[in-house]
């Protein structure tokens, strides 16, 4: 009877187990996805040799470190299993240190808080509150979030913060106080299918992670390929994959041997995918398979080796790294040398986007001239304007607009031999998203700057 | 519904999936069977032998073989350590214990794989087997070596192990001591040797099943974790006894869970597949037992 009881305990605990790590699961994906969604990727593994360059250039004053006052500014980022988004305030913080020594803001040093998040709304929520009325930071820089855009909008809106971030949440690129550096899953997204949609598909397949979301991401691919009139069959997959096989064969099977596969997954659950097609001999099985911005990294390219060679293309949502030699590259690699050494990353579009959004918070923070409150640094930040960051395709605008999408031209690349390499240059997604086209009816001109 | 060629290729991946998970499933009746112990951990030490494999062969330059047997010996020596040190504590403690017992090392190890493997950076791994270049066409449908052997794999380690505990001595202890612990060591049987022969295997088996689990699904810690509940499904419908019933149910749960996929309607929900026919298979037996007490009882 004893015995009886046991077993019955044991299935219980089991069961009991089995629901709990489903839940695990489910709230890794969830992690997984936003990664996924609007994941930026590396696309280097390590940091490539930054040739003679100085980091002196970062600040007013080379050699002469800044002992006034600091400026305190702050960054929220997603820090947990499977999903970490650290390197970006991690970079913006060496470029600060970069500019703190080497003058800094007219002799004061920029102090960067950074708070950690697990995708805890209640502890996102804290963390804004522990940034502002604690640490007293002035400004907003770096954010890097799944759903912090989503949690904090209405807080920051109240307390005239306009951040500068990169987005992931709808609420980064759909609201007055938060302009991003980078696209975010749905515009890169928007940038695979028009790709492909170029090369004359017959239908396009878009596939991404089941969460929540999905139908605001998949809103865009879905009007850029009506305007083409391309059918698309819009997929979700429950997120980590463990059905790979299948989900290869069923993106093959609905695309059709003159159709494109367009994946949005985080790195490693877009890279099952595509070996599991490659190790079914289904590569060659449609016409091109793209993938947004989280595709773009050479850990994906080196896995997957010379058998993707000019049959996978992936949207860039920054300037490729590898084989660019203008002084804002430069300068960011030589920062990266000497003053990343918590960016595990190393050179990709992580650590890219820290910098951009560093050195557009140093421009602003140079153009006030009295104290740095809150109301002088975050007028600076929306006064930023057609600024060459030397990292994207177009210049930067903040601006007093409704939304703000000021990234949204790309660049795609390809995999060839172990390397992600650039397959088209800078191109502006299309206006058939119509958020893409409310931004730029809102921004003119600015929206438009190359 | 879609037209039958459709499901073709997902009967192959189904078989392969459903092989594999088998494996991981005998290997977990057989340790419970001999130490009453639900190892919860299966996932956990497959993931980290797989993940210090891939860091072998692509960091350190070892050979391919040498990463593989360094995977299998990962897994086997870490549950061999765990049964021996915290085995014969825990060996009077009622089965529950033991099994929250191993989802502690289960913590304790993800933990460590998601620090020295972390995927910041958009990092990406993949652990991929020769055998995956080669392969045969059954129709329209590529069939891998890979996916061969996760069958295979599955289907003699069933007959196997079935064997093994019939007919060899070690097995027939194994089988007496999943009846009464206590009575088999008046008996003379080496009681710790037994356990520790389980521990062993049990591990042996996690270390094949995360290598081969690594090429056919991921190369993820997350993911090969918690894989284990697939598994688990499986020797729950068996009672945690049976060595056949845990391989038919453990085919069935591969092989529905693709089967699914295109299928519209249902794509989105065939992860539910192992959750669905546990909680099937646990109904229906406790029905017919509720029968036969009934019966006992008239």
Redesign the interface.
């Known amino acids: 009877m004893r015995r009886h009881i046991s077993m019955r305990r044991m299935i219980l605990l089991a069961a009991a187990l089995a629901l709990g790590a489903a839940g695990c699961s489910s709230s890794s994906s969830s992690s997984s996805t936003t990664g996924t969604a609007s994941t930026p990727a590396s696309s280097s593994t390590g940091v490539a040799s930054a040739g003679t360059v100085s980091t002196s250039s970062c600040g007013t004053k080379p050699g002469v470190a800044a002992t006034g006052t600091p400026i305190p500014l702050g960054a929220i980022a997603t820090n947990q299993p499977g999903t970490s988004f650290t390197d970006i305030p991690n970079m913006a913080k060496a470029y600060f240190d970069c500019v703190n020594a080497n003058g800094g803001i007219n002799g004061h040093p920029i102090k960067l808080y950074i708070a950690t998040e697990q995708t805890n709304p209640a502890q996102i929520a804290a963390d804004a509150r522990q940034l502002v009325q604690t640490d007293k930071v002035v400004g907003i820089v770096g954010n890097t979030s799944i759903i912090e855009c989503s949690i904090d909008s209405g807080y920051w809106q109240k307390l005239g913060f306009y951040i500068i971030d990169s987005g992931i949440a709808p609420e980064c690129y759909s609201t007055p106080n938060s302009a991003a550096v980078n696209m975010g899953p749905r515009y890169s997204s928007d940038g695979a299918v028009q790709y492909a949609l170029a090369q004359h598909v017959s239908k396009v397949v878009f596939d991404q992670a089941n969460v929540p979301g999905t139908g605001y991401i998949a809103a865009g691919p879905a009007a850029l390929a009506k305007a083409a009139n391309t059918p698309i069959v819009q997929l979700t997959e429950n997120v980590p994959i463990t059905d790979a096989n299948s989900v290869a064969i069923k993106e093959v099977n609905d695309a059709g041997p003159n159709g494109a596969v367009i994946l949005n997954f985080t790195p490693p659950q877009a890279l099952v995918i595509l070996q599991a097609a490659q190790k079914l001999g289904l590569e060659g099985r449609v016409k091109l398979w793209g993938c947004s911005t989280p595709c773009n990294t050479d850990f994906l390219a080196q896995s997957l080796g010379s058998k993707w060679n000019s049959k996978l293309f992936v949207n860039a949502e920054l300037t490729p790294p590898d084989g660019t030699n203008t002084p804002s590259m430069n300068l960011y690699k030589a920062i990266l040398k000497q003053y990343g050494t918590s960016v595990q990353g190393g050179i990709g579009s992580f650590s890219q986007m820290g910098f951009t959004e560093a050195e557009i918070a140093v421009h602003a923070l140079q153009s006030i001239t009295g104290p740095y409150t809150v109301q002088s640094v975050n007028a600076a930040f929306k006064a930023v304007k057609d600024f060459n960051t030397g990292m994207l395709c177009q210049l930067w605008t903040y601006g007093d607009y409704p939304l703000h999408i000021p990234n949204n031209a790309d660049y795609t690349v390809t995999a060839n031999n172990g390397k992600m390499t650039t397959a088209q240059g800078c191109t502006p997604i299309s206006a058939a998203d119509p958020q893409i086209a409310q931004y730029r009816s809102a921004a003119g001109t600015a929206a438009n700057a190359p | 519904m879609p037209p039958w060629a459709?499901f073709e290729?997902?009967i192959?991946?189904?078989l392969?999936?459903g092989g594999v998970y088998a494996l991981s499933g005998v290997g977990l009746v057989v340790l419970y069977r001999a130490t009453g112990v639900?190892y919860?951990a299966f996932g956990a030490v497959g993931a980290l032998g797989a993940l210090i494999a891939w860091s072998l062969i692509t960091k350190a330059g070892t050979p391919g073989w040498a990463g593989w047997l360094v995977c299998v010996a990962v897994a086997a020596a870490v549950t061999l350590g765990y049964g021996l040190l915290f085995g014969p504590a825990l060996a009077k403690r009622?089965?529950?214990v033991k099994?929250?017992a191993t989802?502690g090392l289960t913590l304790v190890l993800?933990?460590a794989m998601?620090l020295l493997w972390?995927?910041?950076?958009?990092?990406?791994?993949?652990l991929?087997l020769p055998t995956?270049n080669g392969g045969f066409t059954v129709g329209t449908v590529?069939v891998?070596w890979?996916q061969v052997i996760a069958l295979g794999a599955g289907v003699v380690l069933t007959v196997a192990t079935a064997a093994f505990l019939r007919y060899s001595k070690l097995g027939t202890a194994m089988r007496a001591m999943a009846n009464d612990r206590e009575i088999t060591a008046t008996l003379g049987v080496p009681v710790r040797r037994v356990e520790a022969a389980a521990w062993l295997g049990c591990g042996v088996l996690a270390g094949v099943a995360g290598l081969l689990l690594a090429d056919?699904?991921?190369l993820?810690?997350?993911?090969l974790t918690?894989?284990?509940?697939?598994s688990?499904?499986a020797?729950?419908v068996a009672?945690?006894r049976s060595i056949p019933l845990t391989f038919a149910a453990a085919i069935v749960v591969g092989l529905l869970?693709?089967l699914l996929?295109?299928i519209v309607a249902l794509?989105?929900y065939?992860?539910m597949t192992?959750?669905v026919i546990?909680?099937i298979g646990?109904l229906v037996m406790s029905r017919h037992r509720v029968i036969a007490i009934s019966r006992e009882e008239a």
């Open positions: 459709e290729p997902f192959v991946s189904g392969a999936l639900l919860l009622d089965p529950l099994a929250v989802i993800y933990g998601d972390t995927t910041s950076g958009g990092q990406a791994r993949s991929t995956d590529q891998t890979t056919l699904v991921a993820d810690a997350t993911t918690f894989l284990v509940i697939s688990l499904a020797v729950l009672r945690l869970h693709d996929t295109p794509t989105n065939r992860d192992p959750f546990a909680a646990l």
